[in-house]
């Protein structure tokens, strides 16, 4: 006969699953908290979202509705002004995107698919997925605009790239609204067992919230691609390793960087000895991507090669360290090896930092160390790659201080660069460089590496760590590797 009363311990454990699944962020963080003040103080212990229809899920995705609509609003001026690239005012109104540009510029004006058809203009120097993404916007802006092969002028052309970047609009909001959902999956975990704690799903509104989240996400189609690894990411919190592996790949094959995202796994899987979940991710990832770029690289290898010959040939650009070298006269010769061996040693330090760690890091937060590595040593930081980070720190260190640090740097960077490109803050004397600019790249990677020291702390000490709580919760993006 089962025992009439409940073990302490269990009662004791459910109750620190309500309290950790429901914990209002004025709990939770210091700096909520006191912002607080005005607004009535931090929320009581009779305060939980289980008792409103405002769930964690649909508090997020309606502040990712108004921050992507701000967000609309502030290109509104470059929609206005047409896709021309002798009008400058996309750069004098800080509201440039490729979209319109690339529309035009890359064959889809007339009618051509990338890679497959070649014309008069610059094969598309993106990634196949990615290539897929703009072509299924083609065809939509097509059922709208009618055949493109009529619009015989300039003009029409540029009309057309006006319903074009509509239906981004449109595709991409669908993708931000599918990354924070994701986020609030991720953050929230998966009980693994009874009395297991779970995440704070609020931690989802440093992604909704962002502020460069509104001013860069229809710069260009990285959102895309950033949606598809916190797919990946989800899929790796619900114990998947394979479904992890198919949206890993197919987020590589949308945009390089998700395939960084193996390296932290591997350190983890190995501390956990538990390869055989990494090998079956990778062996996914390897598989999702080969099925996605075998078919153009069949049928047009020299143009699916454009992808990495732009990317090799490339020469420092904006946004990087390297750049501001090359404004100060002080270019390095070979950006590509350099990089590539700092970002290497960077890594050796992440790993040695993942198994010397007192406790096992979260997956959340060697991704973010190694994400960051790269984007501090990349020959360029497009403004929109500040996109690649967003759900990784609201994972990582969701703390609104750290945060709001961050995101002022990224939000400075982001004026201080459409300033630069209008000529703005060009001194009077033309021998005299723009050392505005050069702050800004300056803070910008500043602002990172503040977020890459924290988490490092937080590994190290992780009683800092705001999601471990005092060692409550291991791992809620953990998987497999959660403690059984």
């Known amino acids: 006969m089962p025992p009439l009363t409940t073990p302490a311990k269990t009662v004791v454990s459910s109750v620190h699953e309500r309290d950790a699944e429901q914990e209002a962020p004025t709990q939770a963080d210091p700096s909520v908290a006191g912002l607080s003040v005005g607004l009535g103080g931090p929320a009581g212990r009779f305060g939980r979202f289980g008792r409103s229809w405002w769930t964690p899920l649909r508090i997020a995705l309606a502040v990712c509705t108004i921050t992507f609509g701000l967000g609309v609003l502030q290109k509104a001026p470059c929609i206005d002004a047409g896709w ?19 529309y035009q510029e890359r064959g889809f004006a007339v009618g ?41 002028n300039d003009k029409q052309k540029r009309d057309t790239a006006g319903v074009f970047f509509v239906v981004n609009i449109a595709l991409l909001f669908a993708c931000a609204l599918i990354l924070v959902g994701l986020t609030v999956a991720t953050a929230r975990g998966v009980a693994r067992r009874a009395g297991a704690p779970r995440g704070q799903p609020l931690d989802a509104l440093y992604v909704a919230a962002a502020p460069a989240l509104a001013v860069t996400s229809t710069i260009n189609w990285d959102l895309f691609a950033v949606a598809l690894t916190a797919g990946a990411m989800w899929a790796w919190a619900k114990g998947k390793p394979i479904w992890f592996g198919v949206l890993l790949g197919l987020g590589t094959a949308a945009k390089f960087y998700p395939f960084l995202l193996l390296g932290p796994l591997l350190i983890l899987c190995l501390r956990s000895r538990k390869l055989n979940a990494w090998v079956q991710a990778t062996l996914a990832a ?3 991507w080969g099925v996605v770029n075998a078919p153009i690289y069949l049928l047009a290898k020299a143009e699916w090669m454009s992808f990495w010959t732009f990317n ?6 904006y946004g990087s360290i390297w750049y501001v070298l090359k404004l100060a006269e002080r270019e390095v010769a070979d950006v590509n090896q350099l990089s590539m061996v700092i970002f290497a040693g960077m890594c050796v330090s992440i790993c040695i930092l993942g198994f010397m760690a007192p406790q096992r890091p979260r997956f959340a937060q060697l991704a973010l160390l190694t994400i960051a590595a790269f984007l501090l040593v990349n020959k360029v930081y497009s403004p929109q790659y500040v996109l690649w980070l ?19 740097c990224e939000v400075f960077y982001w004026a201080m660069v459409w300033l630069h490109l209008a000529g703005f803050l060009a001194p009077g004397q033309s021998e005299n460089p723009d050392k505005i600019y050069w702050f800004s790249v300056i ?18 000490q992780p009683e800092h760590d705001p999601v471990r709580r005092g060692g409550l919760v291991d791992d809620p993006g953990g998987g497999v590797l959660v403690r059984a």
Not at 89 to 101: L, T, V
Not at 390 to 408: G, K, S
């Open 84 to 102: 021309d690239r002798q009008n400058w005012r996309p750069f004098k109104a800080m509201c440039y995107s490729d979209i319109g540009y690339l």
């Open 112 to 152: 051509n698919k990338p890679f497959l058809d070649t014309g008069p203009y610059p094969v598309l120097e993106y990634p196949v997925l990615t290539g897929a993404f703009m072509q299924v916007a083609a065809e939509l802006t097509w059922l709208v605009t009618g055949d493109p092969k009529n619009d015989t």
């Open 286 to 288: 390897v598989v999702a």
């Open 312 to 317: 090799d040939e490339r020469k420092s650009d």
């Open 390 to 408: 967003l759900p990784l720190v609201a994972l990582a260190r969701p703390r609104l201080r750290d945060w709001l640090i961050w995101q002022a």
């Open 443 to 460: 803070v910008r990677l500043a602002g990172t590496m503040w977020l890459m020291l924290v988490v490092t702390r937080d590994i190290l």
